[in-house]
């Protein structure tokens, strides 16, 4: 098995550098075309166009979400009730705003369409394998703004699928960082307009409120744990020095590394934006996102059987311990076991700057990018074809899962005794 295991992964590479120029394409269109989370039309229908190009595609655009998609390939069920072993790709494809794609996204589209591409080239090439196999690539919209995956989820899109994978740009090869929680929100203060120099005492200044607001959670930060994050910017705050703001508008990221902790931050920063209303007078709208971001439910079987294809192309894999940013991914790892690993471009700048924009869109990034796929497809072929390797995998995903809800369980027993003593 194990040098037919590596003559499939052989087949993987070949058939992914084979394809490099049109994969090259659909990220070098993504790049020029920066498009906003939920309004990623034109990736979309690039993305679309190249799996209903290539053979064997079944293809559903706009499927649940505007500007998602899914492309699968095998068969719907096994014959004579055999289950089907279903392996997931995504591609992400939203920018940001004012600078691009600053955080590589047209690349994580073109990795998880190379892997998918690279993992039917491989599997056609034999006549049978131990299970029917399906591999389903989903777009999945909107990860800098909202959450595609969280909608995606609560559509149930992922119900079927037994692993999954991605992979986003870095400064270098890591088979995990550890994404953190999240939930957002926009603050809007509503105050009243007057001459600020003629009679001043007439307004109610939402300006005031929102710079108090942003003191408030500067101060908070000192009584913070170390790795909680509040970080936020005024989106607006008035239109000229001589007229008292009556509306200004801030938004606010807050991450915690679990989202059983979001509660404890909303609080206090919930605490910090009602107090400077208060002392304002403004009235206070707290409006939070829909969709919280979770953290990474790590999957040890995947990430090490990641490592070590990465490692047999030649990566040089690091560990990171500092928490980082935060995905959608991680709701997704809560519901299916799956890798998220992080891959160098080429490039030392770092994520959100405009050289990372530049870094994304270029040629060397390419290398780096289809290396990556290559290894996330060779991966799941060691799910499909390693003896064992599958159950490993779901075994450990729902150890993961017990010990996370116990914990769940025993934080909110904790909180119904402070709830308790507090009410004596
Ligand atoms: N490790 C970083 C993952 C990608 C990223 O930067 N995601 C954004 C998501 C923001 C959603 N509001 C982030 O700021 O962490």
């Known amino acids: 098995m194990a040098d037919k295991l590596r003559v499939l992964k052989q087949q993987v590479c070949c058939s ?8 090259h394409g659909l990220g070098d269109a993504i790049w020029h075309h920066p498009e906003l989370a939920y309004e ?48 997931g790709f995504l591609c992400e494809y939203d920018a940001l705003p004012a600078i691009g794609h600053a955080c590589g996204h047209n690349l994580i589209a073109e990795c998880g369409a190379a892997a998918a591409v690279g993992l039917k080239a491989a599997l056609e090439s034999r006549e049978t394998w131990p299970v029917p196999i399906k591999v389903t690539v989903l777009g999945t919209p909107a990860e800098e703004d909202g959450g595609g995956k969280v909608d995606l989820l ?3 899109v992922f119900e079927d699928l037994d692993v999954v994978f991605m992979a986003h740009p870095s400064q270098e090869d890591a088979t995990y960082i550890p ?5 957002d929100l926009v603050v809007k203060y509503h105050g009243r307009a007057s001459h600020a120099s003629a009679y001043p005492w007439e307004g109610v200044n939402a300006l005031d409120a929102a710079v108090l607001a942003y003191s408030n959670m500067s101060v908070l930060r000192q009584q913070l744990r170390p790795d909680w994050r509040v970080h936020g ?5 008035g239109a000229k020095p001589n007229i008292i703001p009556d509306y200004s508008e801030l938004e606010y990221y807050l991450r915690t590394p679990s989202h059983r902790d979001l509660p404890k931050i909303k609080a206090k920063a919930e605490a910090c934006f009602q107090a400077a209303a208060l002392a304002t007078g403004c009235r206070v709208e707290l409006l939070f996102a829909r969709n919280e ?3 990474i ?12 294809n990465g490692k047999s192309l030649g990566m040089k894999f690091i560990t990171v311990k500092d928490s980082s940013g935060s995905t ?3 709701n997704v790892t809560h519901a299916v076991p799956g890798i998220h690993p992080y891959f160098y471009i080429g490039s030392e700048a770092l994520n959100h700057t405009t050289e990372y924009t530049a870094a994304s869109g270029a040629n060397e990034a390419q290398f780096y990018t289809l290396r990556t796929a290559k290894a996330l497809a060779m991966t799941a072929l060691d799910v499909i074809f390693s003896p064992g390797v599958l159950d490993k995998v779901k075994k450990e995903f729902k150890e993961a899962k017990l010990r996370e809800e116990r914990g769940l369980r025993l934080q909110q027993a904790k909180h119904g005794e402070a709830e308790t003593n507090k009410e004596i």
Do not use: C
């Not at 992914?16 to 994969?23: E, P």
């Not at 505007?66 to 072993?85: C, K, Y």
């Not at 910017?233 to 705050?237: E, N």
């Open 233 to 237: 910017i005024i989106r607006h705050g």
């Open 16 to 23: 992914i550098d084979k394809a490099k120029d049109k994969l």
């Open 328 to 330: 959608d991914f991680g």
């Open 179 to 183: 994404d953190v929680a999240e939930h």
């Open 40 to 87: 990623e039309r034109q990736a979309h229908d690039t993305l679309v166009r190249f799996f209903t190009q290539e053979q064997g595609w079944t293809v559903e655009a706009h499927y649940k979400l505007e500007t998602a998609f899914q492309a699968t390939w095998g068969p719907v069920s096994g014959a004579d009730g055999e289950s089907v072993v279903n392996v």
């Open 154 to 156: 609560q559509e149930g």
């Open 293 to 295: 971001f979770y953290e």
């Open 297 to 308: 439910l790590r999957n040890h079987t995947l990430e090490g059987l990641y490592e070590e």
